[in-house]
């Protein structure tokens, strides 16, 4: 009998699942935690059928998690069984566990349908739960051993997520949960405050969540100097209102 395959390591969120093996530096898969249908069809794609979807005007998204937790298990098995089969290439009885990132403060009926889907359902032989900030803080520190950090042994973990967004205080890798806050904002409501913003200025993109959603990935950042960004932002609007009255008509006027 063969030794199993390296540990599966999956960081489970609202918004992307992420998954790789233990001891890559980085995940072998980033996909959509989702099941999306385009207007046009019937059938469902699953995670990363999704960016092969060449429909996807006012796609419709049917998520496994809710405000930062997991509600449908079903729906969650359909995600993980691609995810394990077609992207990792492997079999879960045949891995040496996995390792699973969990929101923190995890409810113990969902963490109760989690451990079914995990052992029965896929067949898995371990499973270990951690939460993102203690897994950040190890990393961390044993980037740098003689940093600060390393030092000390203490953090303030900030985890912006899909649904919502924890301050957590870190103390020699693990997390002090009395010390926990959250908001219930994330990733999410940024996307919809960007859908409002565009559909009020341009195009209605209020059902486009799919396509905000991209675009916030892709052209959005945190500024680290607001006045300055504002200042570039509105010269640039200047200089494309100025280049557009020297380009010419597209018009051709005709008079008797």
Same mark, same amino acid.
């Given at each position: ?79 993980? #069984?691609? /995810?394990?089969?077609?992207? *990792?290439?492997?079999?879960? =009885?045949? &891995?040496?566990?996995? $390792? ?19 052992? #029965?359902? /896929?067949?898995?032989?371990? *499973?270990?739960?951690?939460? =993102?900030? &203690?897994?950040?803080? $190890? ?118």
């Amino acid at each position: 009998m063969g030794s199993p395959s390296p540990m599966i390591v999956v960081d489970n969120g609202g918004g992307f699942c992420k998954a790789g093996f233990a001891g890559n530096k980085n995940p072998t898969a980033v996909v959509p935690n989702c099941l999306s249908r385009s207007h046009s069809s019937k059938k469902w794609l699953i995670a990363d059928q999704l960016h092969h979807c060449d429909d996807i005007a006012g796609i419709s998204i049917r998520r496994p998690f809710d405000r930062g937790f997991l509600v449908n298990a079903d729906m969650q098995k359909e995600i993980w #069984e691609r /995810l394990f089969k077609n992207l *990792l290439k492997t079999r879960p =009885s045949d &891995s040496a566990g996995l $390792l699973l990132v969990e929101p923190l403060f995890n409810l113990p009926s969902i963490q109760k349908a989690t451990d079914e889907l995990v052992f #029965e359902d /896929l067949g898995f032989q371990s *499973l270990y739960v951690a939460d =993102s900030p &203690s897994l950040v803080h $190890l990393y961390e520190a044993s980037r740098s051993p003689i940093s600060l950090l390393a030092r000390t042994q203490c953090s303030l973990i900030v985890d912006c997520g899909f649904s919502f967004t924890h301050a957590a205080p870190v103390y020699q890798n693990f997390t002090i949960n009395y010390g926990v806050k959250r908001i219930d904002l994330g990733g999410k409501a940024l996307t919809n405050y960007l859908k409002e913003l565009v559909s009020y200025r341009a195009v209605n993109m209020m059902d486009e969540t799919y396509i905000m959603d991209d675009v916030k990935e892709k052209l959005c950042f945190v500024s680290l100097d607001v006045d300055h960004d504002l200042q570039l932002a509105r010269l640039q609007e200047k200089l494309d209102a100025d280049l557009f009255l020297l380009l010419p008509s597209p018009f051709h006027w005709h008079f008797s």
